[in-house]
Nanobody, 125 residues
Framework: QVQLVESGGGSVQAGGSLRLSCTASGLTAYRCMGWFRQAPGKEREEVATINANLRTRHAESVKGRFAISRDGADNTVYLQMNNLKLEDTAMYYC????????????????????WGQGIQVTVSS
């Protein structure tokens, strides 16, 4: 059974930093992993992804501030968030696609089949 568990969220003042972690179990190694977020009243959006070859993709809104990384073949992924802004406030989700993607990252979040329960990040002024 696949399970993704996020940790590291919380409240921080604008300009501060947080590091999110996601530990996945039940997945084969070298799987694409991604971070997504959903703010109140908004659609869920992709934040960052990392594939089996450690190639990363970051949303324009977080480039230069957030960085996704992983522990090699281990399906543990991190999101280092620096210089947080009020608009970063959201529920953050970790996700992974099925094995048919063979380590590649889907372009569309609808192809991410496994999701964590989410963790809240709140940025205040």
């Amino acid at each position: 059974q696949v399970q993704l568990v996020e940790s590291g969220g919380g409240s921080v003042q604008a300009g501060g930093s947080l590091r999110l972690s996601c530990t996945a179990s039940g997945l084969t190694a070298y799987r694409c992993m991604g971070w997504f977020r959903q703010a109140p009243g908004k659609e869920r959006e992709e934040v960052a992804t990392i594939n089996a070859n450690l190639r990363t993709r970051h949303a324009e809104s977080v480039k230069g501030r957030f960085a996704i990384s992983r522990d090699g073949a281990d399906n543990t992924v991190y999101l280092q968030m620096n210089n947080l802004k009020l608009e970063d406030t959201a529920m953050y989700y970790c996700a992974a696609p099925t094995s048919e993607w063979a380590g590649r990252c889907p372009q569309f979040q609808s192809n991410f089949n496994y999701w964590g329960q989410g963790i809240q990040v709140t940025v205040s002024s």
